[in-house]
């Protein structure tokens, strides 16, 4: 990731960008706190009231909408949606009174082009994968396959959807033209 020069990128005078690794042409808004140690990459918009904390990594042109938490151990790849309020974990066992170190933490991955809804929850230690799409309000407790539409709480598979966000037909085929198939419970290949 290269370094942008604190003139590259755009920190609201109400916001507080502490990190030293925040790509170009991206902004932080009112509000927002971004430790430092945090990498954020290209073309990121933090909004309002945002939190993204020290050990956290955001790729490329990554949606962080208003009050959403990036704590510690999660790494959002390029292209990501984070819903207003949404929120990760990183501790499946926290006590105020335990402190843990990094090394105790679980990590979480989103990766690249999906989508996390509003008032989502992802409980730490999985995986979300490209192009899945996490409906508003859902609790993700387990892994994410690629494409997958999850929703409620916990969240279950509830269809599949394309790369431009639109649910995929009984038939795999988007109204945008791809048409998808199923390997080993997964989707594959779009044409």
Same mark, same amino acid.
């Given at each position: 990731?290269?370094?942008?020069?604190?003139?590259?990128?755009?920190?609201?005078?109400?916001?507080?960008?502490?990190?030293?690794?925040?790509?170009?042409?991206?902004?932080?808004?009112?509000?927002?706190?971004?430790?430092?140690?945090?990498?954020?990459?290209?073309?990121?918009?933090?909004?309002?009231?945002?939190? !993204?904390?020290? #050990? %956290?990594?955001? +790729?490329? =042109?990554? @949606? &962080?909408?208003? /009050? *959403?938490?990036?704590?510690?151990?999660?790494?959002?790849?390029?292209?990501?949606?984070?819903?207003?309020?949404?929120?990760?974990?990183?501790?499946?066992?926290?006590?105020?009174?335990?402190?843990?170190?990094?090394?105790?933490?679980?990590?979480?991955? !989103?990766?690249? #082009? %999906?989508?996390? +809804?509003? =008032?989502? @929850? &992802?409980?730490? /230690? *999985?995986?979300?994968?490209?192009?899945?799409?996490?409906?508003?309000?859902?609790?993700?407790?387990?892994?994410?396959?690629?494409?997958?539409?999850?929703?409620?709480?916990?969240?279950?598979?509830?269809?599949?959807?394309?790369?431009?966000?639109?649910?995929?037909?009984?038939?795999?085929?988007?109204?945008?033209?791809?048409?998808?198939?199923?390997?080993?419970?997964?989707?594959?290949?779009?044409?």
């Amino acid at each position: 990731m290269t370094q942008a020069a604190p003139t590259d990128f755009f920190v609201h005078p109400m916001g507080l960008c502490e990190s030293t690794e925040v790509g170009p042409r991206t902004r932080v808004w009112a509000f927002a706190h971004v430790l430092d140690g945090a990498r954020i990459g290209s073309d990121c918009n933090i909004g309002d009231h945002a939190f !993204v904390e020290n #050990g %956290a990594r955001l +790729g490329n =042109n990554v @949606t &962080v909408k208003n /009050g *959403v938490l990036v704590w510690d151990g999660v790494t959002v790849e390029d292209d990501v949606f984070l819903g207003p309020a949404m929120v990760f974990t990183n501790d499946l066992v926290p006590r105020a009174f335990i402190k843990k170190g990094t090394d105790q933490l679980l990590p979480t991955t !989103v990766r690249r #082009g %999906a989508t996390i +809804g509003a =008032n989502a @929850t &992802v409980v730490c /230690g *999985v995986t979300i994968g490209e192009f899945a799409f996490v409906a508003a309000g859902a609790v993700v407790t387990k892994d994410v396959p690629p494409h997958a539409l999850m929703a409620g709480c916990p969240a279950t598979r509830r269809g599949w959807v394309c790369e431009c966000g639109l649910r995929l037909t009984h038939e795999l085929t988007c109204s945008c033209g791809k048409a998808f198939s199923l390997a080993d419970g997964e989707i594959v290949g779009a044409g």
